[in-house]
């Protein structure tokens, strides 16, 4: 949102609320396993996003553990969805990449590519308490709506992929 000036009119809550930064910070872990399903996170999840421009930010803390029969990691895939609304993005996504032979940090292949907000992009590949994945998205609304994140297991496996507690979302109104 261009910044109200002191000679076009009044500055107003509404004009300084959507000035300001939004912040949504995940409390506790979502694991989830043998689903390459993805659905919503339920904490990122119906939060509201009206009309103009939108710069969002998205760090989530992912862990991954190896199934013990095949030496297999899940990963996790995500996209984003923007419920009920009009609208058009692109989101440049960086993490850990899910490449087959990448066993450990020192093996780590990264990903580093631009998508459609609902395009899967897949992560992960190594076990390790936490696998970073960092994801910036520029998006025109034309139609308000309800933005959330979706995810699941890159590939079906019986334990968990997670998405963790202190993953965040920052959101700002730009246009």
Same mark, same amino acid.
């Given at each position: ?7 076009? !009119?009044?500055? +107003?809550? /509404?004009?300084?609320?959507? #000035? ?5 910070? %995940? +409390? ?10 993805? &659905?919503? +996170? ?6 509201? @996003?009206?009309?103009? /421009? $939108?710069?969002?930010?998205? =760090?989530?803390?992912?862990?991954? /553990? ?5 030496? *297999?990691?899940? !990963?996790? %895939? =995500?996209? $984003?969805?923007?419920?009920?609304? *009009?609208?058009?993005? &692109? ?16 093996? &780590? ?10 395009? +899967? ?29 979706? $995810? ?5 496996? *019986? ?9 965040? @979302? /920052? #959101?700002?109104?730009?246009?």
């Amino acid at each position: 949102m261009q910044y109200p000036s002191l000679t076009t !009119g009044l500055i +107003d809550v /509404t004009k300084l609320n959507a #000035m300001l930064e939004q912040t949504f910070r %995940k +409390d506790t872990p979502t694991p989830r396993a043998s689903t390459t399903t993805a &659905v919503a +996170d339920p904490f990122f999840t119906g939060i509201a @996003i009206g009309v103009g /421009t $939108w710069k969002i930010s998205a =760090i989530f803390h992912t862990m991954m /553990t190896t199934n013990a029969a095949t030496a *297999a990691v899940a !990963g996790i %895939k =995500i996209n $984003w969805q923007i419920a009920g609304g *009009a609208w058009s993005g &692109v989101r440049s996504c960086r993490g850990i990449a899910f490449v087959t032979g990448n066993t450990t940090p020192a093996d &780590v292949s990264m990903r580093n590519i631009g998508s459609s907000m609902g395009t +899967d992009q897949t992560y992960g590949g190594i076990t390790t308490a936490n696998q970073p994945v960092h994801e910036d998205i520029v998006v025109t609304v034309s139609t308000p709506g309800s933005l959330s994140v979706n $995810w699941a297991q890159a590939t079906s496996n *019986a334990n968990a992929t997670i998405l963790g507690a202190n993953s965040l @979302i /920052t #959101m700002r109104q730009i246009e």
